[in-house]
């Protein structure tokens, strides 16, 4: 399985941003699909999941209401649609999977696939 994680870059606070993990190897739909995030020094922490049956679990409550996953099967991609973002939203995001699980984890090396990463910068 292979992931390609696109859609990062610079926004202002406040601002929107939609990331796209493609995935190749696997249907989508059989994968739970984790996004992570990481500031340079600090662990990878978890974001949320989503799990083979399209539902969202969140790994930090403070994400909630800003933060929306979403899967596209016939694009065999999952989304991460990020808004009012802060500072604190800066970081590396990765999305990660794991074949055949219905259900997901916010620890990282319960995934055995990685993307590359992308950008998320927030500044004014």
């Known amino acids: 399985v292979q992931l390609v994680e696109s859609g990062g870059g610079s926004v202002q606070p406040g601002g929107s941003l939609r990331l796209s993990c493609a995935a190749s190897?696997?249907?989508?739909?059989?994968?739970?699909i984790g996004w992570f995030r990481q500031v340079p020094g600090q662990e990878r922490e978890g974001v949320l999941c989503?799990?083979?049956?399209?539902?969202?679990?969140f790994y930090a409550d403070s994400l909630k209401g800003r933060f929306t996953a979403s899967r596209d099967n016939a694009r065999n991609a999952v989304y991460l649609e990020m808004k009012n973002l802060g500072p604190e939203d800066a970081a590396v995001y990765f999305c990660?999977?794991?074949?055949?699980?219905?259900?997901?984890?916010?620890?990282?090396?319960?995934?055995?696939?990685w993307g590359q990463g992308t950008q998320v910068t927030v500044s004014s």
């Open positions: 989503i799990n083979r049956s399209g539902g969202s679990v």
């Open positions: 990660a999977a794991k074949p055949g699980s219905t259900v997901c984890s916010g620890n990282r090396f319960w995934y055995r696939y």
């Open positions: 190897g696997s249907r989508v739909d059989n994968l739970a």
